[in-house]
């Protein structure tokens, strides 16, 4: 058995439990002797009296990553990078049915973050906390968590549309915020445990408040969700907004705050005699409330005034008003007149003109819907100015029959004093950027001219809305603008747009109906993910930018026009869309090839060649496999995907025509001791050669751009990295824990060098304290 000392501190565990951990394998000493086999060190370069007498005796020398690498546990069978218990990586992105190996104790969040098709997980035991990264997978239909797990964290199953049943375990105690928020077909949930149990689940709320299961089977019975969470006496939560009654039973002693938040059908509340405390904001949303029964002595309601106080404190406070005294009556029934008087004109106008207009009413107003071919308005027609709308409105619906677009319309409406209903949902700010009034419930919106932005979440979640005309003047619509808008059909682009952000329609189920102007320049990432009803698209000359998975996820996408004039596709752009079938780009066969395209940007699409003008272009990615007796490389489309190590590797030559190596492809391959890189190679990604800890040597190839951050990161045996003049970026943290390295060269000049950009990319441990430049040096 090998014997080994610890110097300095290891910070990833406490010394006791390294110590414990380490006797499996190895002799345990204290101090440095002329035989002791290694010693471990934070910093090979500390210059500690232990390290300085283990160097003279000639004991091998290495850090705490390396010596934890030699104890760890790890496995890799082909499909689950496992390592000391935590689950790395599945590198099988087609898997559709996942049973995680038992022994996995923790999962990490990007372990299955190409795994679109994933239809059933079923987590083993020992997976204490499950987090992010099982959320936003349009096919996943089951999930079993077995025993053992006890938290399921912040949005961890968020936004699968297709989830229908959950296993969960006896041992949970917290569901925490929106865990499984966007999930509409969840309606079957079991649990382990009893219902005694399953009642004190903390924040089993944050389940049932977002699904439509009405029970959960326990092992002793069904449990019935309730109307009102409650716990230890507090109503903390309405789990059906569009009940129309409420009532508290007794033992309630408290209403927390914004409990009865979005629940504007409630039409009638009781309280009971236990009540003690309602919390700021409870009722804020029940406008709508007709009648009030409270048993509270602390809360009671004024039949005359008509409105609930709270006195409990030294003066009264009045918490909820319905329609109080003889006045507000006497203006109920003129309301109530005049809304008979108005709907019966509204009637026989819209009976005597045959359109594709339809009316839709509230407590007080009517709102004329029209929709038109390029998206649609909505007018209001306020009962009380029924003399004033009833004149032009013939002449309105006329205008409407012919086939008008929404701006004719909209103008010819507001000339005749016709209001656009639009301006009761937004607000616009002095420097012109829209946002949606949060508790108004748009349907059909017509951004006016001169405003120039959708601002950041403007419209996020907005479920009621569907059509959108946006003004000419727009310039940007910013990150999840409209994200989740979930009936949003379509929306009208004008030709001033330039810019459509990050995830701004991602989400958008129902959107089928895009045209994007020409004008718009970039489409950032994901902006379109997950718009599974659009079937057709356009990309105008104009964009010169299609963005990381900006249309994934549109599955009923069939047919794809790529004008001439764009100039990159990013990665996955048009990922998992499973019906494109037919993809037409305007210019040549050799102006498609001059396009950027990123890594798999048409993964999953069924389409084999793009369509040029002169001809016809395959799009089949190039898959191989190449071993020997010490790795397998698996290459996707000249990348390398993976590395897979069986041995120690002296030097490792990647052939020629490999451009990019691909996000953590080569992570902790711990046996390769050098790497001869092609000159076809333009970027090395995330991770790429991480914990690498035998490398000893690099050299980047003329040609190379960009290393992205933390590429070497852990590459404890580093000692010289010669850099390319062609290089344009170097990513945070590319040589971090790169103790060794002595030897930094950059072959273009110094001031080549400092207009590279890049962040802070060393490790104050690393001995290089200088880059050798072409023509002198540059102090790091």
């Known amino acids: 058995m090998e014997s080994v000392c610890f110097t300095g501190t290891c910070w990833d565990m406490p010394r006791a439990e390294l110590i414990q951990k380490a006797s499996k394998k190895f002799e ?17 370069n500390s210059g500690s009296s232990k390290l300085e007498k283990a160097k003279k005796n000639g004991t091998r020398v290495i850090t705490y990553k390396e010596f934890m690498d030699m104890v ?8 689950f990078y496992i390592r000391n218990g935590v689950l790395k990586k599945c590198s099988d992105d087609n898997i559709e049915n996942v049973v995680i190996p038992s022994g996995v104790t923790e999962i990490e969040s990007s372990a299955f973050l190409f795994c679109f098709h994933l239809k059933s997980i079923e ?24 025993e053992g797990t006890q938290v399921i964290k912040l949005k961890a199953f968020e936004n699968n549309p297709s989830l229908k049943s959950v296993s969960l375990p006896s041992s949970l105690i917290e569901i925490q915020s929106e865990a499984f928020s966007s999930c509409p077909a969840l309606t079957e949930i079991t649990f382990g445990g009893t219902i005694s149990q399953w009642e004190n689940v903390d924040g089993l709320e944050n389940l049932l408040q977002y699904v439509p299961a009405t029970s959960v089977k326990c092992s002793d019975g069904e449990w019935q969700k309730p109307l009102v969470f409650v716990e230890d006496g507090v109503a903390v939560k309405c789990l059906d907004k569009k009940t129309t009654s409420i009532k508290l039973d007794e033992g309630v002693t408290a209403i927390s705050e914004n409990a009865f938040k979005e629940c504007a059908s409630v039409l009638s509340i009781e309280l009971p005699s236990t009540l003690t405390e309602i919390r700021k904001g409870a009722f804020d949303d029940c406008k709508n409330v007709e009648k009030i029964v409270s048993h509270s002595p602390l809360f009671p309601f004024n039949e005359k005034t008509r409105k609930l106080y709270d006195a409990t404190g030294k003066t009264k406070k009045v918490v909820l008003s319905i329609l109080a005294g003889k006045e507000e009556a006497k203006k109920e029934k003129i309301a109530q007149v005049q809304n008979v008087s108005a709907s019966a004109v509204l009637e026989s106008i819209m009976s005597e003109h045959k359109t594709n207009a339809q009316v839709v009413r509230d407590d007080k107003n009517a709102y004329l819907q029209i929709q038109t071919t390029d998206g649609g308005i909505e007018l209001l027609l306020v009962d009380s100015k029924v003399s004033k709308w009833m004149q032009n409105l013939p002449a309105l619906l006329d205008l409407v029959a012919t086939g008008a677009d929404s701006i004719a319309i909209r103008k010819f409406a507001i000339e005749r004093g016709l209001e656009d209903s639009s301006k009761k949902f937004i607000s616009i700010s002095k420097d012109g950027c829209v946002s949606w009034k949060k508790k108004t419930k ?40 409209f994200e989740y808008c979930e009936s949003l059909k379509s929306v009208v682009i004008p030709p001033s747009l330039k810019k459509i952000d990050g995830f ?39 964009v010169q930018n299609i963005g990381y998975g900006a249309f994934s996820g549109c599955t009923g996408l069939k047919t794809l026009v790529i004008e001439k004039g764009v100039k990159i596709i990013e990665s996955v752009a048009f990922h998992d869309c499973t019906s494109l079938s037919e993809i037409t780009y305007t210019g040549t066969v050799a102006e498609w090839e001059k396009i950027e395209k990123g890594r ?15 001809g016809e272009v395959s799009i089949v990615p190039k898959i191989e496999e190449i071993k020997t007796d010490t790795y397998t490389l698996k290459i996707y489309d000249n990348g390398i995907e993976k590395c897979t190590c069986t041995g120690d590797t002296e030097k490792l030559v990647i052939g020629e025509g490999i451009t990019v190596i691909e996000h953590s492809a080569f992570w902790e391959c711990t046996g390769i001791k050098s790497v001869v890189f092609p000159s076809s190679l333009t970027k090395i990604e995330l991770d790429a050669f991480s914990n690498c800890t035998a490398l000893e ?20 045996s580093l000692k010289s990295v010669v850099l390319p003049a062609s290089l344009t970026r170097i990513g945070d943290k590319v040589f971090r824990y790169c103790s060794s390295l002595n030897e930094i060269i950059y072959k273009g000049t110094m001031e080549q060098w400092k207009a590279v950009s890049k962040y802070f990319w060393g490790n104050e441990d690393m001995i290089a304290k200088v880059v050798h430049c072409a023509d002198g040096d540059v102090e790091l």
């Not at 345990?28 to 910093?43: H, P, Y």
Request: negative net charge.
């Open 28 to 44: 345990v000493r204290n101090s440095v002797t002329k035989d002791l086999d290694i010693l471990v060190c934070e910093n090979k």
């Open 72 to 79: 760890d546990d790890i496995k890799d069978d082909g499909v």
């Open 123 to 146: 987590i083993p035991e020992g997976v204490k906390d499950i987090g992010w990264g099982f959320d936003n997978f349009s096919e996943l239909e089951s999930v079993i968590i077995h």
């Open 442 to 481: 748009p349907v059909y919106l017509f951004i006016p001219e001169g405003v120039t932005q959708i601002e950041r979440n403007a419209f996020y979640r907005c479920e009621s809305l569907e059509r959108v005309v946006l003004g000419d003047g727009m310039k940007e619509i910013d990150r999840y603008a």
């Open 504 to 542: 701004a329609f991602a989400g958008c189920h129902s959107l089928e109906g895009l045209t994007i102007p020409n004008g718009v320049e970039i489409i950032e990432s994901s902006a379109f993910a997950s718009c599974r009803s659009l079937e057709s698209l356009t990309i105008p000359s104009s």
């Open 600 to 614: 798999r940007w048409n993964c999953e699409a069924p389409a084999q060649f793009v369509k040029c003008s002169d």
């Open 697 to 716: 040597s690099i050299v980047i190839p003329d040609g190379m751009k960009i290393i992205d951050p933390s590429a070497f990161d852990g590459c404890t």
